[in-house]
Every structure is written in C-alpha cells, then in structure tokens.
C-alpha cells in the first residue's frame, strides 16, 4: 500500500515538472511530500503498535521487568506484551539479532547491551523486580545472572525446555517426572545430547538462588509470527503453496507446540501473579493429530492442494527426516511416544490461553510475506521442494501402491 501510494505521488509530480515547474523544484517537493507520507506511515505505525497496546488491560502494579534476550523468536512478543500491560521493560542482549516483529516497539525499549559469556556489567548496580532469564542454555549463564541480581530481584523466571524430561516414552509427562542428568555436569557445550539435561542444570541453579522466588516455564516448540527457526512455520508457507504436499507418518500421530504470543502472555501473568513453581508450556489446549494440524491450516488458505500421507518406514529410506525435515512431527516411537502429548493441565490452570490453531496460522503466512525475498528462499528448515517431489514420485512408484 505504501508502494502503491509513493508510486501514484512520483506520477503526479513528474506531470507538474512537465507544465512548466523546474525539475529541481518539482524533485524537491516530491521529496517533501514522499517524506510526509513516510512520516504520516510512520506516525501510523507508532499510533497503530499503541493503539494495540491500548488493547490489552494494564496490570493492577506496573513491575519493572528485565528480559534477558529479548530478541529472536519469543522476545519480541515479550516486550509487546508487557508494555501493552503498562510493565516497564528492560533488555540485555548483545544486539547481534535484529528483530522482525515489534521492531518499533523494541525501538523505543531500553536495551543494554553484553555477552553472557563474559560480559554481565551492564547489569550491575541496577533494580529490577523481576527477571525474565530467556536465554540460557548453560548452567554458569545462571548462575552469573542469579549471582549478581539475588539482592536487587525479587522473582526469577528461567525459560527452560520440554526437552529436559529423562524419558519421553511416557504419554502425559507432568512438571514432576525425572529430569535428565549428564555425567560431567561442567560440561558447557550444548548438543542436541547435552541441551535437555544442561537446561535442567539451569533450573537448579534458578531454584538454589531464588528458594523463595523462582519459577520455571518449560515451553515446548515455540512457534508463529518471529519464528526465524523456519521449523513449525514450514507447514503454513509449505499449504500455502498449494499442490501436492507430502504429509509424514500416519494422520492420528500426535504434534504439540506453543505460540510465542501465548507463551509470552502466560509469562507476563505468572510474575504478575507471582505464581512460583514450574510449569509446562505446551499446547493446543486438547490434544492434536497431524492431520488436524496440516487441515486446521489449509482452512485459512484458499488453492488447489492435496495431502498424500507417506509412511514414516518409507521417509525413513529416503532419508526425510522427522523434526528437520518433516517438522512439528516426531513419530511416537522408540522412546519418543510421549513428546507430542505433555500434559499441560499445570499450566492451564496458572491461567496459560491458547490462541486457535487458525489465528497462529494466519498470522504466521502473513508475516514470513513480510520478509525479503532472498531470505523467504532460504528456508532453515522443512524439506526443499524439488526433493518432496522426488520423494512423491518414488512413494507413487512403489510396488504395490497402498500404505
Ligand atoms: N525456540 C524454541 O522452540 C524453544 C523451545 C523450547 C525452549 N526454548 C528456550 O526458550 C528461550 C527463548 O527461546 P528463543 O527461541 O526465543 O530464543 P532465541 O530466538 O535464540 O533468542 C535468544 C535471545 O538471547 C540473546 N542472546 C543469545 N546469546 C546471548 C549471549 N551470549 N549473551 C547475551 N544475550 C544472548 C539473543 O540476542 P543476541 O543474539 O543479540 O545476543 C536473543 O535476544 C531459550 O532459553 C530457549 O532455550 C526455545
């Protein structure tokens, strides 16, 4: 729209040059009025991002948050949302991750900058009431951060991980299951093996600082509008397109995941509330089949497509993978029978909402149509088009022809 607009102004204005007016005069005047209209845009956006923050009702007492983090995918939504709550907000990054939602918003946050890794002094000598820990995965990271902010915090939120359950077998895993453990607890280096069980390092090492003042989120994969992962937000851009699409496993496999919105909402309210404890942050509400989740998001787009279920033994051979390639999707299997069906009754009842499935994915196809170009042909994860349709081709080909 803005195109469109500054577009129909350069017209205008090359047709005044050609009545008579000098090139340059007319040059300056287009520049004057495109200027206008960007700051009018400009003064919109501001109005429009607080008019949305108008929206929600402010909190009984303004706390003074500090997010650690910030950025990236759930950070945004934090900030947004606790500002709209009227909370003062402070973030502490190292501004390597620019933002593609709320970028105004976050414009106008009071951000210092660090590195957890040797770097904390900027946040040395200063209050805050709570603190949102939204970006460790190393156990030291916290206790650096609960060392120095002990005395001048009263609550500590660690954002932690689903993945810190020593066995995922179980259907219905609750906040009070076993935690993994690693052998070498010093270990720093976070793998795909060591992540579960250094996350729940983390959340001792929160509780030992905060006996009386920690609490625990553990979200499950965090997904919508940010989500610069690509993993969840393959399947919406994916039924987008249209055409066949290949769909994993079989239809009744389970899929769980949180919005970041709801995520960052439920966060906001549990310090509002001071609900220590810890907490599952996992949705949808009820539970969720693949195929509900691939049908729920072709119903907010409109083009011919079709869904043929490829068998996860079949993906297997071909070397389609679940999580990476074929996202939001594990195959309840071999230990991993109970990742897609957490129990998420704690969380509900502290009062975590769930936006519906068709809200998360609409808003998620609108906003990956915001990004650049070359960056929406560089997806980070899902599986490339060109080896969907050889895979297609081979699942069409093969003897006998049923699942
Ligand atoms: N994404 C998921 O699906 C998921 C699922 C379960 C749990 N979690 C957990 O949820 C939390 C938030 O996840 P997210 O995906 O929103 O995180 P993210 O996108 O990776 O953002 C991490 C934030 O931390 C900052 N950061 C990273 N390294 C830092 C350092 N050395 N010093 C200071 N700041 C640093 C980043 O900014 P700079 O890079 O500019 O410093 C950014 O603001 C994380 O603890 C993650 O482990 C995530």
Redesign the pocket.
Known sequence: MAMGMAMAMETESEGRSKEGGSMSTTRREFLQATAAVGGALGLGMLACARAEERQVPRAERPLRILI????????PHLIHYARARGHEVT???????EPTVHQELIARTERLI????DDIEALRGREWDVVID????IPSWVRQTTELLKDSVDVYLF?????VHADNSKIGITEDDPVATIDDPTIEEVTGETYGAL?ALCEQETRNAFPDGAIVV?????VGPSD??D?WTYWPVRIDRGGEVMAPGEPTDPTQYID?RDLAEFEIHLLEQRALGTYSAVGPLSPLSMAELLYGIRAVVSNEISFTWVNADFLDEHEVRPWGHMTAWIPPREGMEGFSAFDNSRAVAAGLKYRPLAVTAKDTIDWWKTLPEDRRADPQAGLPAEREVEVLAAWHAREGGSR
């Open positions: 650690l983090g910030g950025t990236g995918i759930s950070g973030i502490f990054n190292r501004g390597r991750r660090g590195d957890r890794d939204n970006s460790a995965s954002v932690s991980s689903l993945s996350k553990r979200p499950h994969l965090i610069y992962s993993r970041a």
